[in-house]
Structure formats: structure tokens, C-alpha cells
């Protein structure tokens, strides 16, 4: 219906040399959160962010560097087991049916400012079981949806950094029970070297 560009199962995009070449800014994230708010969940019953949440604890770059696209980069040297990024239920926006997903969708086509937008969108969310067993899709709106993974026999060398949940320590500074991705946090495995690309096992 979008008439998106492909991209594979491993992130290697099309042969259009334009295809998600664009860098995503603030007011990129600012504007999925508008269409969000506007069409899903507009009396913010989910208690979702109205703006862009900052939730990188480490100096992150995204570039565009083909055949895969965009991805994000450490600006400085990080050593091993370094939280860099922490979800929470603010910068997670959660829906409840795949109506409510294509009423977000039509919202950002039907605007010619956001347009563009829509086939990021296709791409970056995920469906996730809650303990209950309800099935949710949830989509976060800042720079973690580019980072991408590595397929192949030298996978494992190459990706260094991993999804770790913190949500069974409700102790924990970081704990919300209500989060959609169950409170994920991204940890390195390996020291990372500044200008080096985040690369996540999914």
C-alpha cells in the first residue's frame, strides 16, 4: 500500500540509493509522538511521553553508511558491561490493536509533513506478550529502533551490545511495571571503540 523500499531480514536495504537515508532529528521523534497522541491515545491514558525522551546513557551518533543504512555509533570509548540505553514506559508507546496501528499510520500519510515517516513506522515495532498473556504492539520513539544486528558465521564477533530486562527488581531505579518492553536495557558485551557501530542481538 506504501510502496516502501525492501529491506532484508539481516537490514540491507534496497538499491534505491535514497531509501531511508535520512537522519532522524528531535523533532522526527517529536512528530511520531503528535500522531501518536492524536489518533491512539489522546487523554495519554498509557502515560506516554508527549516529546522526545533522551534514554541513551552513553554519546550516541546515527549515520548513514550503506548497504545497511542507518545505524547508531559510540562517540566515545565505552567499556565492557556499560548500561547505554534504557527503556521506560515514557519513550514506548503502546497499542492495543492493530486498528489503533493503522489509524497511527494513516494519520502520519494523510500529512504531507509526516508522509515520509510512514514507512519507518511499518518498521520499527515489535509485538510483545505481557505477563497476563496480552499480546501488545509497541513501538519506541528515539534512535534504539536503528540499531541493527549481524547475520552469519562471524555474528557473534561482531555484535556487542545485548537487550537485558531489569523489571524483576523492583528495587530497581530503573523498574516500571507498566513498561511495554518489559524494561529492557541495553548492556555492552565487549569494550566498544569510539566510532564504532552499536550492533544488538535480537
Given at each position: 500500500m506504501l510502496g516502501c523500499p525492501d529491506v532484508s531480514d539481516d537490514g540491507i536495504i534496497s538499491?534505491?540509493?535514497?531509501?531511508?537515508?535520512?537522519?532522524?532529528?528531535?523533532?522526527?521523534?517529536?512528530?511520531?509522538?503528535r500522531a501518536y497522541h492524536a489518533t491512539v491515545d489522546p487523554n495519554n491514558e498509557f502515560l506516554t511521553a508527549t516529546e522526545y525522551q533522551n534514554s541513551w546513557?552513553?554519546?550516541?551518533?546515527v549515520k548513514y553508511r550503506r548497504p545497511e543504512g542507518r545505524g547508531v555509533y559510540a562517540k566515545e570509548f565505552?567499556?565492557?558491561?556499560?548500561?547505554?540505553?534504557?527503556?521506560?514506559?515514557?519513550?514506548?508507546?503502546?497499542?492495543?490493536?492493530s486498528?489503533?496501528?493503522?489509524?497511527?499510520?494513516?494519520?502520519?500519510?494523510?500529512d504531507p509533513k509526516t508522509r515520509y515517516?510512514?514507512?519507518?513506522?511499518?518498521?520499527?515495532?515489535?509485538?510483545?506478550?505481557s505477563p497476563d498473556k496480552t499480546f501488545?504492539?509497541?513501538?519506541?520513539?528515539?534512535?534504539?529502533?536503528?540499531l541493527?544486528?549481524?547475520a552469519g558465521e562471524k555474528s557473534n564477533d561482531q555484535i556487542n551490545i545485548e537487550p537485558q530486562s531489569m523489571s524483576l527488581s523492583a528495587d530497581n531505579p530503573d523498574y516500571d511495571e507498566n513498561d511495554?518492553?518489559?524494561?529492557?536495557h541495553y548492556f555492552t558485551l565487549r569494550d566498544i571503540q569510539a566510532g564504532e557501530q552499536f550492533r544488538i542481538k535480537y
Open positions: 538499491d534505491d540509493p535514497n531509501a531511508y537515508n535520512y537522519i532522524p532529528t528531535v523533532e522526527t521523534w517529536n512528530a511520531l509522538y546513557k552513553v554519546p550516541i551518533e565505552i567499556p565492557k558491561g556499560t548500561l547505554v540505553w534504557s527503556s521506560t514506559s515514557r519513550n514506548t508507546a503502546t497499542f492495543e490493536s486498528h489503533d496501528r493503522r489509524e497511527f499510520i494513516k494519520y502520519l500519510i494523510e515517516l510512514a514507512c519507518d513506522a511499518q518498521m520499527w515495532f515489535d509485538v510483545v506478550r501488545y504492539i509497541c513501538q519506541t520513539f528515539d534512535e534504539a529502533v536503528l541493527n544486528t549481524v511495554c518492553y518489559g524494561n529492557d
